[in-house]
């Protein structure tokens, strides 16, 4: 893909910063970007980007809002302006997501569910999350209220399941903050199961509403075989998964490895990893929930030996506290997630001045049209 794709609310969305460059452009850019911040550490390979760079997003969330009229709208919540960019086409956004949002907006006024007014804190419906499974097709409908109870809601899911038979649930998650696109972990299941199951890397994983999973499952299966790759795991090796959220990395490298950790201080994503094992039959990971760092330490200080530790962090990077046992206890190896280079930089400087070398460096693609940049790093114990 060799041109630039037009946005009618390119300027007015900000989500997509890049689309004014060729796709080839786009990863020409944030190769140098990605050299200028970590290339002093190692050599950077070649950025791995994709073969098709649209619509790959598996996860939306659309802010509703009141046009002048009175009528609702939705589409992408502007923080700075306070307000929604208003669209129902999108260049990164799943298509069938994007149906589904319209559809739910239309069925609206049939069963009386009014929109939330930040101005005077009336109405109800907030924003709407949709999530499809790559490779299941499964989809998950979350309406995110103003408040617990929400009249008709029950009808008003069946109504959009009977439109999109691929819906396995749908959810109410509740928004009584002043943060716009913000959810409690209480939810209301109002149709199905309250989950939906995807496959990756040959697992099965089972995702609820606030759980972390990445939006780009093409990118994802790459990023995570590199990562495994670089750990080059013989099947006798202790590994700890840190910041694991639903345990995606560390159940996949339960194959081949003797033992897993994973440590995550989201509850419901701990409920998923350890559901995820169940359906994965893997008996050799167990998952803590906690800060990283303060597990890990309690962990070594029991005495547990740590061979390996996977990292995939937030974009705030990992914590010093963490890195500072990841320093204490000195596994052999470190595979290093990022979604933030910036971050990644000032993590690595901290390891470098440790006891680590950088040993191999490859961008991904994660999310074309915009400039974030994943990278997985390899990182190696310095031989005294």
């Not at 409908?141 to 929400?150: D, E, F, G, H, P």
């Not at 943060?179 to 199951?197: F, H, Q």
């Not at 099947?235 to 639903?246: F, L, Q, R, S």
């Not at 200080?301 to 937030?314: C, E, I, S, T, Y």
Request: proline content about 4%.
């Amino acid at each position: 893909m060799n041109r630039a794709h037009a946005c009618d609310i390119y300027k007015k969305c900000g989500g997509c910063q890049l689309t004014n460059l060729s796709y080839q452009e786009q990863l020409s850019y944030k190769m140098r970007r990605v050299i200028t911040l970590l290339g002093r550490f190692s050599r950077v390979d070649e950025i791995i980007g994709m073969e098709n760079p649209l619509h790959y997003r598996n996860k939306m969330q659309a802010a509703f809002a009141l046009d002048k009229r009175g009528r609702p709208i939705s589409g992408v919540w502007q923080s700075k302006e306070y307000r929604i960019a208003k669209t129902d086409a999108c260049l990164i956004e799943d298509e069938v997501s994007l149906w589904i949002v319209r559809a739910a907006r239309g069925l609206l006024p049939e069963y009386n569910i009014s929109v939330y007014n930040p101005k005077n804190g009336r109405g109800m419906l907030r924003h709407i999350m949709v999530r499809r499974a790559h490779v299941t097709g499964e989809i998950m409908v979350v309406l995110v209220t103003a408040s617990l109870k929400i009249p008709g809601g029950e009808a008003f899911a069946e109504a959009l399941v009977r439109r999109f038979p691929h819906i396995r649930t749908v959810v109410q998650c509740v928004n009584d903050t002043d943060t716009p696109l913000w959810m409690e972990e209480e939810r209301t299941v109002l149709y199905g199961d309250g989950y939906i199951e995807d496959v990756l890397c040959g697992c099965y994983f089972r995702i609820s509403p606030r759980s972390f999973y990445q939006v780009n499952s093409v990118q994802t299966e790459i990023l995570y075989n590199k990562a495994l790759d670089f750990a080059h795991l013989q099947g006798v090796e202790n590994v700890i998964d840190a910041y694991c959220g639903i345990g995606t990395i560390g159940i996949i490298a339960a194959a081949e490895a003797q033992h897993v950790i994973g440590i995550e201080s989201n509850a419901d994503a701990v409920k998923n990893a350890i559901e995820n094992c169940r359906l994965n039959h893997t008996g050799n990971y167990r998952v803590y929930k906690g800060d990283a760092g303060t597990v890990m330490e309690a962990l070594t200080r029991a005495g547990r030996q740590v061979d390996v530790v996977f990292a995939d962090p937030p974009r705030a990077g990992c914590s010093r506290a963490f890195l500072d046992v990841v320093l204490r206890t000195a596994p052999e190896k470190m595979v290093y997630i990022s979604c933030n280079p910036e971050t990644l930089a000032r993590d690595l400087s901290v390891l470098v001045k440790g006891k680590y070398k950088v040993n191999k460096i490859q961008p991904v693609d994660m999310f074309p049209h915009t400039k974030h940049i994943e990278c997985v790093v390899l990182m190696s114990k310095e031989k005294s």
